[in-house]
């Protein structure tokens, strides 16, 4: 970054910030970035493919100065993999980097402000990682992750929302009994009450634009190839981009388990482990990101994300909006994750036609953030 004439600096939380100053000194700042950070066993494109392209706005630029500055961030830990929290790095910069979070303990019992004082910086500070107030928002890159560019044939997307979530368990009980000697009409199966539903939120999830619906886990009790289960314990993630439909949905997925349970003499217990809002990013950034793409020579196309990122968590403070770009084979967390190069070329495209537009619009000057 500092070849680019780009000032370097690592804030309070971790996060790696290059400043490529605008034509004033006093100019606002536009970020754009992504998470430095990864899954196990990861691929080699998610987040940092997104703070690579930003480096390679700014090589573009060539010295170029522009009426804002552009600070790229590479936020140090998204993914939450360590401490089970996510975003730690986009949630200093919002000010929600609270004492409670730093407490958080890793698996080896190191807690999140040990680990920022062993790598050399001080949690006191963390304040200072928080949004100037002249921020005029922020840019995230970032692969698809998901099949839809693929199956468009398009390279790039503007995200118009983040998809909201939720997670509950449910537990169905009914009564554990010899696999051999209970006749079929006279047996109370869990696991069998469980099985219905799980076909069920699929139907229901088939017939909903947009939803999308997970069972990803099930444990059967006592769980012996010769005894009726007399426990099922399911997970359901739940996404949407509208909450209202969302909500809807785990309403009726789970009046829909309290029928299966009544028809099948099992009782079912629904609880709900969290509840994420779906975010929008910013209509006006959404709307030039488009424009941007057509002059790429490429179709627009609008999508919502089902994985969360941290534009989801700087659009709190100030107007975010995300870029996505084609996910070969769909594929990604697993190191079979690629990347077109041909893609990686319009995303620079896009983004530098980005830029022209930003900079000679003065919608988006007026816009300066006050927090
Ligand atoms: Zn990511």
């Not at 971790?14 to 034509?23: E, M, T, W």
């Not at 998204?78 to 929290?85: K, L, M, N, Q």
């Not at 009046?255 to 209509?283: C, F, G, W, Y």
Request: glycine share 8%; with cysteine; charged share 25%.
């Amino acid at each position: 970054m500092e070849s680019t004439g780009a000032r370097v600096r690592v804030d309070p939380a971790g996060n790696l910030l290059g400043i490529y100053p605008g034509a004033q000194p006093d100019a606002p700042a536009l970020l754009i970035g992504s998470h430095l950070d990864t899954v196990p066993c990861a691929g080699a494109y998610d987040g940092i493919l997104g703070i690579v392209l930003a480096v390679a706005l700014l090589e573009e630029l060539q010295g170029r100065r522009l009426p804002f500055s552009i600070e790229v961030i590479a936020f140090s830990e998204e993914e939450g993999v360590r401490f089970g929290t996510p975003f730690i790095g986009s949630r200093a910069l919002v000010g929600r980097l609270d004492w409670e979070l730093l407490d958080t303990r890793d698996a080896q019992g190191v807690s999140v402000k040990e680990a920022i004082e062993n790598f050399g910086l001080n949690p006191k500070e963390i304040p200072a990682a928080e949004l100037e107030k002249d921020t005029l928002g922020y840019l995230e890159f970032h692969i698809e992750q998901g099949p839809v560019l693929e199956r468009l044939n398009q390279p790039l997307a503007a995200v118009e929302a983040i998809a909201g979530q939720s997670r509950s368990e449910l537990l169905f009980i009914g009564r554990a009994n010899h696999a051999g000697t209970t006749p079929m009409n006279l047996r109370r199966d869990a696991i069998a009450g469980a099985a219905e539903w799980i076909s069920t939120v699929e139907h229901v999830a088939l017939g909903v634009p947009g939803l999308v619906a997970t069972v990803g886990k099930i444990e059967g009790k006592p769980g012996a190839a010769n005894v009726i289960a007399a426990e099922a314990r399911l997970s359901l993630d739940l996404r949407h981009s509208s909450d209202d439909i969302r909500n809807r949905a785990v309403d009726d997925l789970i009046h829909e388990a309290q029928e299966i349970a009544a028809r099948r003499r099992l009782l079912v217990r629904a609880d709900t482990l969290s509840n994420q809002k779906a975010v929008d990013m910013d209509p006006f950034l959404t709307r030039e990101i488009e424009c941007a793409i057509i002059k790429t020579g490429c179709k627009p196309h609008r999508m919502v994300s089902g994985a969360g990122h941290d534009a989801m968590i700087m659009a709190e403070k100030i107007p975010a909006a995300m870029i996505f770009l084609r996910t070969p084979g769909g594929i990604s967390h697993d190191p079979a994750e690629s990347i077109a190069v041909e893609d990686v070329v319009k995303a620079i495209e896009c983004g530098m036609h980005l830029l022209d537009q930003l900079a000679s619009s003065p919608e988006f000057h007026k816009r300066t953030h006050r927090a």
